[in-house]
């Protein structure tokens, strides 16, 4: 019982990556996120799919990660996993781009998901999400500037795509996109 009050209230993580030059323009902070229920034929990072496994998320840890982040050489951070949007990881993950934001507004949010844009957009998941959830999902995308969108698809790989594994996943500019109401791909 106890265990199901703290998963909606509180995230877990696989890992934090303190120069992170992969996930996003630049070097970064990573925070892989823990649980995905979109177990994607051959994901990078399985054993972020567990939403009862990794570490446990505590204000400590979240305050050692904004320390990270907040580095003079740091330019952005970046939110993956593991699935941030997942309804058990929004709270949180909301949180973090809050302070985040608060804190350091000239620096980069960049996040990866497992949704498409237009199902974020359309408010189209099929996974059960009441409206508060899906206003916090809102929310969270308001807050970055850069979101890779879409499962990993393995007939699709290309590794020689910057910031993501498979053709099908895009860069899209979350403020252009807000704005413009249409896709903008991000160019760096
Ligand atoms: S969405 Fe990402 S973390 Fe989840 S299974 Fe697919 S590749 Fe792995």
């Known amino acids: 019982m106890i265990t199901n009050i703290r998963r909606v209230t509180e995230i877990r993580y ?3 990556r303190s120069l992170d030059l992969s996930n996003g323009e630049g070097v970064g902070v990573a925070l892989f996120v823990q649980g995905c229920h979109f177990h994607c034929e051959n ?3 399985p054993e972020t799919w567990d939403f009862d496994g990794g570490k446990e998320w505590t ?9 990270l982040a907040n580095k003079s050489y740091i330019k952005r951070i970046s939110i993956l996993g593991g699935e941030p949007l997942a309804k058990e990881n929004l709270d949180d993950v909301l949180d973090l781009v809050n302070e985040f934001r608060l804190s350091k507004s000239e620096k980069s949010i960049w996040l ?3 949704y498409t844009w237009e199902e974020i957009r359309k408010n189209n998941m099929k996974d059960g999400l009441r409206y508060g959830e899906l206003t916090k999902r809102a929310k969270i995308i308001t ?3 850069v979101l890779v969108d879409g499962q990993y698809i393995e007939s ?3 590794l020689s795509l910057p910031y993501r594994g498979s053709s099908n996943q895009r860069l899209i500019d979350v403020q252009q996109s807000l704005q413009k109401g249409e896709i903008v791909l991000w160019q760096a």
Do not use: P, W
């Open 43 to 45: 994901c990078f990072n």
């Open 156 to 158: 699709q790989r290309d």
């Open 59 to 67: 204000e400590e840890v979240k305050n050692k990660f904004l320390e």
């Open 143 to 145: 807050e970055c500037d």
């Open 14 to 16: 696989a890992q934090i």
């Open 112 to 114: 990866y998901t497992g």
